[in-house]
């Protein structure tokens, strides 16, 4: 299988590549790979004349990965330099670019990547797992994008936009159903209701029984059957246009999630000392709990906006308004395993037992954007604007003994409020006929209030606000060599608000604000008389005042700091190319090298001297702790890459044929702060393959499926602080899908 994954890099670093295939086209209209618009920079344009790295994900590439029931995590390695992971489960993702994120697992931490759905920003992880359904495109700008999007964007942005309502009735439906149980069922329609009013609603039902039996006999646990692995995700969404002339259209928006379903299943002593190979003690579909209540996960959210839209002519004005609320609730048997004496010997056992949840968090977050932007492709093109957003977020968190108690032995009840405003401004002009000029200015003010109090244990409170303003810019230069070649520089400067962390209450820490300079140069080219399309990106980057969370370690806490600096550099190939014969290679291939820069910066070891150390220790009032100097950013694969192989073969009277393969592989991927034998990994890869029949004239297509083809049984995040416990990726997902366009 090693094999397979290095075929697929080598592929990509030879730039037959782009995570755009051409699944759905037929053998004649994928002779050209044809042009991607995109709106990275608040207008319709060629993803050729952006002047930085982005990348506009194919919706059939992410319908295919979709159709075992994955949820957003399913993301990573699809585009170059991106990464998602979680350890909450299906709702509460934490995204990477270029290396650059934020491992804490808090729903009140700040992440460098923002997701904007619809125009609206995601702030917090707790909504950033909203599930992909009825999806025009997406797009993952990469570098800081601080100048037009709001808040918290230093490393970049993953941008979705869903389908809208139009003038023609027309819709689809969708049914995939498979192993485990699994049913995802999705759906489209656009009613046009009058000549100016038009509705597009859409619907996701996302299924999956329990597979995985907890085999401690323990009061809550069934040892006779599976509880666990289950989940139920039904999401809705309603868009009403209004168009009452050409000048003004406006856009309101409905938005509802009801979730339900097993959150991370944490194993218990699943690597032994000096390896990073999973050893005999797991058992994909086995684990033993004392605690965690099945590691239930509840989650409830809606979410209104309001876009409105005047064209004066020469500029347009534009507004958006939008809330989003929620509700969750959940549970986790932390530890992974089951501890006391009655275990003594077993290889499930722990040293202690830790199973901690949220018995309630609500989160409300309101943002307000109003721009003002240039209309037509003219010499001298603009945009102003002002941004405003604020959030609280209450939670009430419990930690209890692991031994199936339902009361808890501490109990603490957080708010915490941020809000932010700015103004901004950008423009480009067109120097020569081929040379364009670029720049942006933003200035940003935050400030983030925090109060806590213990209300079950030991009482302690803690009450603490953080504030800061900063400007963030940009300049780049797109070059037009040729009609076919484009070349681009950029410089930006990003930032990152301060932050709280307060799980450890009554201690409290804070982080500075991180500031970030980046500096990306590439190319973009259609090649082969347009059968191919190929890009290219050299960055540096390097951020002053870096935050980081050390979570876990052998005092089990989750604390900010800021180190001195980080840096990170690196090369990103994406493209396309059509084959012929009806066969479409596509994919990408990023390396990326991330570095930690304090020489004084000390972070907490794995419990009990469980790992193995490959830092320098240094011992701080008795307690050891690694020195990080040099190490890589946590959560950072070095290299990862994507590859995807379709084939189109028309059988007559408008019907075809179709099969795609599609590989994404990671590799060199440090866990933690500290480096140690045992959670950093090599190659990791997945593969999925989709196959079946289609005919255009009638909308109709049938294919089967399957996902993580050869079961690959990957390590996708670790518990360090009692033992070696860790958790992996999706099993082999396999099953048929229909649908039908109309």
């Known amino acids: 299988m090693k094999r397979i994954s290095a075929l697929a890099v080598s592929a990509s670093t030879l730039a037959l590549l782009l995570a755009t295939p051409a699944f759905a086209q037929t053998a004649d209209e994928a002779a050209s790979v044809g042009d991607i618009v995109v ?58 670019i270029r290396g650059y994120g934020n491992v804490d697992f808090d729903f009140t931490a700040s992440q460098p990547v923002s997701v904007v759905m619809d125009d609206v920003v995601l702030e917090s992880v707790y909504l950033k797992g909203f599930p992909l359904f009825d999806i025009k495109q997406m797009e993952v700008l990469r570098g800081p994008q601080g100048t037009l999007f709001g808040r918290n964007t230093p490393a970049g942005v993953v941008k979705v936009d869903t389908v809208k309502p139009g003038s023609e009735f027309e819709g689809f439906g969708k049914l995939a159903a498979g192993n485990y149980g699994s049913i995802r069922a999705e759906t489209g329609v656009t009613l046009p209701l009058t000549e100016t009013v038009s509705l597009r609603l859409a619907g996701l039902l996302n299924h ?19 509880e666990l692995g289950n989940f139920e995700d039904r999401a809705i969404r309603g868009h009403l246009a209004w168009t009452p002339n050409e000048r003004l ?76 609320q929620g509700e969750s609730m959940g549970n ?13 010997g077993q290889p499930y056992r722990t040293p202690f037992a830790v199973e901690s949840g949220t018995n309630n968090s609500d989160l409300v977050q309101n ?23 604020n959030d609280r977020f209450n939670l009430v968190s419990n930690t209890y003994n692991g031994t199936g108690n339902l009361t808890p032995t501490k109990q ?20 020569t006929e081929a040379l364009k000029l670029t720049g942006g200015l933003r200035y940003t003010e935050d400030e983030r209030t925090y109060n806590g109090s213990i209300t079950i244990g030991a009482p302690g409170t803690g009450e603490i606000a953080v504030a800061d303003e900063q400007v963030s810019w940009d300049v780049s230069a797109l070059y037009e060599v040729n009609p076919s070649w484009n070349l681009f520089a950029r410089i930006a400067h990003g930032y990152r608000g301060p932050s709280i962390q307060g799980r450890n209450l009554p201690v409290l820490t804070t982080a500075d604000s991180e500031t970030a300079m980046s500096y990306e140069a590439g190319f973009k080219a259609r090649l082969w008389d347009g059968r191919a399309r190929l890009n290219a990106t050299a960055y540096f980057y390097e951020v002053d005042d870096m935050q980081f969370t050390a ?43 991330t570095e930690i820069k304090d020489k004084d910066l000390l972070v907490a070891i794995c419990g009990n001297h469980l790992c193995t150390i490959t830092d320098p220790i240094q011992n701080v009032n008795g307690t050891d702790r690694a020195a990080i100097n040099g190490n890589p950013f946590p959560n950072a694969p070095e290299y990862s890459g994507n590859f995807t192989l379709s084939y189109v073969r028309s059988i007559g009277n408008d019907q075809e044929l179709f099969a795609a393969t599609d590989w994404v592989m990671q590799k060199d991927t440090n866990l933690f702060l500290y480096e140690s034998k045992e959670f950093q990994f090599g190659t990791q890869f997945e593969g999925g393959l989709r196959a079946g029949w289609r005919d255009l004239s009638r909308g109709l297509e049938a294919a089967a499926y399957v996902r993580n083809i050869t079961d690959e049984d990957n390590i996708i995040g670790a518990i360090d602080f009692n033992n070696l416990t860790v958790f992996v990726n999706e099993p082999r997902m396999y099953g048929i899908e229909v649908s039908k366009r109309f």
């Open 551 to 593: 979570i876990g370690g052998i005092d089990n806490s989750n604390r900010l700091l800021n180190a001195k600096k980080g840096e990170g550099k690196g090369i990103e190939i994406d493209g396309d190319v059509y084959l012929g014969a009806g066969f479409t290679v596509a994919g990408g291939f990023a390396w990326n090298k």
């Open 208 to 226: 999956r029984d329990d597979w995985v039996n907890n085999a401690y006999d323990a009061d809550f646990a069934n040892p006779n059957g599976d």
């Open 367 to 389: 943002t307000f954007e109003l721009r003002l932007a240039s209309n037509g492709d003219n010499r001298l093109n603009w945009q102003v604007g002002a941004f405003m957003f």
């Open 332 to 344: 986790g048997d932390i530890d992974g395993g089951v501890s006391g004496a009655a275990v003594a």
């Open 39 to 96: 709106t990275a920079q608040r207008r319709s344009e060629s993803i050729r004349d952006v002047p930085f790295a982005v990348t506009a994900m194919n919706i059939e590439t992410l319908e295919a990965v979709n159709a075992g029931g994955a949820d957003i995590l399913a993301l990573a390695g699809r585009v170059p330099s991106l990464q998602v992971e979680s350890s909450n489960g299906r709702y509460a993702p934490r995204f990477y």
């Open 249 to 324: 259209s406006v856009l309101g928006t409905l938005q509802f999630r009801d979730y339900a379903g097993t959150g991370t299943l944490n194993r218990a002593n699943a690597l032994t000392k000096g390896s990073n190979e999973l050893n005999d003690n797991y058992d994909r579909e086995t684990v033993y709990y004392d605690g965690g209540r099945n590691n239930f996960q509840k989650q409830d959210t809606q979410s209104q906006s309001l876009q409105v839209a005047y064209d004066f002519g020469t500029m347009t004005l534009t507004g958006v308004v939008g809330s989003y």
């Open 412 to 431: 603490t009840d957080i708010v915490q409020k941020s809000e932010s405003w700015s103004v901004f401004g950008q423009a480009n002009y067109q120097l």
